[in-house]
């Protein structure tokens, strides 16, 4: 009792002050990026000990080293215009307009569906139909309909991109709350002026997650296409070296193909935080608001 | 007294009549739930009026029929000499929530009902307007903030600026401050009284705080559910301007304790 009548007085800060530390984990005061780099060093240490001791065969999983080297190989051969950059070019391709396509789509199913009664009563029930499909087995009649080149990918790829972004498009629509419709209804706006001014804006935030989802399964749809389509992509190049057993540059294409989808993902993250300045997102790859 | 009530109509007599509903009614599910029966009320310029009653009083009905975003299913709703049959211009309203847009800038979400009436010229043009306001509501210097940087009584002081810019002739205030910490509210009360008092404006609030409806208004209408009725109105005669220190008074506490004595006997029917 005495002590505590002591410590109200202000008496000067001493020794005694109760100060202390709130505990941290040593692994959580670990900056971000070791942390990283240590989940790949070991990563790469297991594979390196399962090759080493030939518990798989090496046709099966190459060497850490063997995949490095054929990387530097398809690098090489890309940097210097060798036969992979045509290749690389032609899925590029197949991406980008897939992707378009899918944006173009999507978005105006997504506006239908959203913002109509009747596309929400009457057409959106055939999308989730058509959605719960297994899309790649549409991918022998894009073949048949469209034909060996380029064409028949990008419907693949554009078919499976759609989807996430009418779904997307269409609960951003539906973000709006009470408060601001009415707002807009006392204020007068015309349907157009609320969704142009209000309800788009404000959906952004699912737009963007739409189209990121989007834009992983534009490049799943262009590598399925040139699998069970043929032509001259990159997905070919995978499936020639596949056959021929050379895993290592199966792998090192694969970690090329996956460069170019993490692209892709980051500058629709980019434009989304260009444009959605104003919604805080949680950190992290993709997540929804 | 509630007969009384519903045919005299003793508000304020500082002006015109500026909106005014007689036997205003609302059912729903074919007639089966009334939601509003008989409503009668006058808001004179100048006046500042507030309703107050539980929830399912029908007062959300009766400030929809208002504001013009639901048809009344019987009587005469009247604003400026027009019948009521839509959102109108000449309506300014304001809700719980501030409600600002947080892609667009403080000056710009005060010019939106500019801009949706008369398009981004008429917009800019007003931008002047919007800042007298703004200075008008202490907001001076926040033209260009985003609403993410604005406390809570500031986004309301905002979204009274936008309530205002059209220059209604009627402020339907839905619960305006009822978000905010008590410190805030008593304050944001007296400010909306000065602005009010400001630009002679025809206010009608609704309230859950008998307090906040004695201090502000000139006439309180009691309204009582099922169906949902004013079922007494209530003239307050304190002198204005109104202070906070009022709320000691004992002429203070006997109307708050007449109202809340009125909404209680309902309450244990």
Redesign the interface.
């Known amino acids: 009792m005495s002590n505590l009548e002591r410590i109200a007085d202000t008496a000067p800060a001493t020794e005694e002050d109760t100060v202390w530390t709130e505990h941290v984990g040593w692994l959580d005061q670990v900056p971000r990026a070791v942390q990283m780099l240590f989940v790949f060093v070991v990563f790469v240490l297991v594979w390196d000990m399962v090759t080493r001791f030939g518990l798989v065969s090496p046709i099966i999983l190459p060497t850490p080293a063997e995949t490095l080297a054929d990387m530097i190989f398809v690098g090489k051969n890309l940097a210097t215009g060798g036969y992979m950059l045509p290749a690389l070019w032609i899925t590029l391709k197949e991406v980008f307009y897939g992707f378009l396509l899918a944006i173009a789509i999507g978005f105006t199913l997504g506006v239908i569906v959203g913002e109509t009664a009747f596309g929400e009563r009457a057409i959106m029930p055939y999308l989730v139909a058509i959605d719960t499909m297994p899309k790649v087995a549409f991918a022998p009649l894009f073949v048949a309909w469209l034909g060996f080149d380029i064409h028949s990918k990008v419907a693949l790829a554009a078919f499976i991109a759609t989807f996430p972004i009418i779904v997307g498009t269409a609960a951003g629509l539906h973000a709006a709350?009470t408060?601001?419709r009415?707002?807009?209804?006392?204020?007068?706006?015309s349907r157009w002026?609320t969704l142009i001014?209000?309800k788009l804006?404000?959906g952004l935030p699912q737009i963007f997650t739409g189209l990121k989802i989007g834009s992983v399964g534009v490049m799943a749809g262009a590598i399925t296409g040139e699998f069970l389509g043929g032509g001259k992509g990159f997905g070919e190049l995978i499936r020639t070296a596949a056959s021929q057993l050379n895993t290592p540059r199966v792998f090192a294409l694969i970690l090329y193909l996956s460069i170019v989808g993490l692209a892709l993902f980051a500058f629709v993250a980019w434009v989304q935080r260009r444009f959605?300045?104003?919604?805080k997102e949680r950190a992290g790859l993709g997540g929804e608001s | 007294m509630q007969a009384a009530a519903a045919k005299t109509d003793p508000a304020n007599t500082t002006g015109e009549p500026v909106y005014q509903l007689r036997n205003v009614g609302k059912t729903y599910a074919r007639n089966a739930i009334v939601a509003l029966e008989g409503v009668n009320l006058t808001l004179n310029k100048g006046s500042f009026s507030a309703v107050i009653g539980s929830s399912g009083c029908g007062k959300s009905t009766l400030l929809k029929i208002m504001?013009?975003?639901i048809p009344p299913s019987t009587g005469r709703v009247v604003l400026q000499d027009r019948p009521v049959t839509?959102?109108?211009?000449d309506?300014g309203?304001m809700?719980?929530?501030a409600?600002l847009?947080?892609?667009r800038t403080t000056l710009e979400n005060i010019v939106?009902?500019i801009?949706?009436?008369d398009g981004k010229a008429a917009a800019k043009a007003a931008h002047e307007q919007g800042r007298a306001l703004l200075e008008l509501v202490g907001l001076k210097g926040f033209e260009n903030t985003?609403p993410?940087e604005l406390s809570g009584g500031m986004a309301q002081r905002a979204s009274i600026c936008r309530m205002l810019i059209t220059e209604p002739a009627v402020l339907l205030l839905d619960e305006p401050f009822s978000a905010l910490d008590e410190l805030t509210r008593d304050f944001m009360n007296m400010e909306l009284q000065r602005i009010c008092t400001t630009r002679n404006a025809t206010a009608f609030l609704v309230t859950h705080s008998i307090q906040e409806a004695v201090i502000l208004s000139d006439v309180v209408y009691v309204m009582k559910p099922r169906p949902g009725r004013v079922a007494e109105v209530v003239t307050i005669d304190l002198p204005r301007p109104r202070t906070l220190d009022m709320m000691t008074t004992p002429k203070f506490g006997e109307l708050v304790e007449h109202i809340r004595s009125s909404l209680d006997k309902e309450a244990f029917k």
């Open positions: 709350d408060n601001s009415n707002l807009f209804k006392t204020m007068g706006a002026q001014k209000m804006p404000m959605v300045f104003w919604h | 504001s013009g975003l839509g959102p109108r211009r309506i309203m809700f719980q929530q409600t847009f947080p892609w939106l009902p801009e949706i009436r985003y993410s």
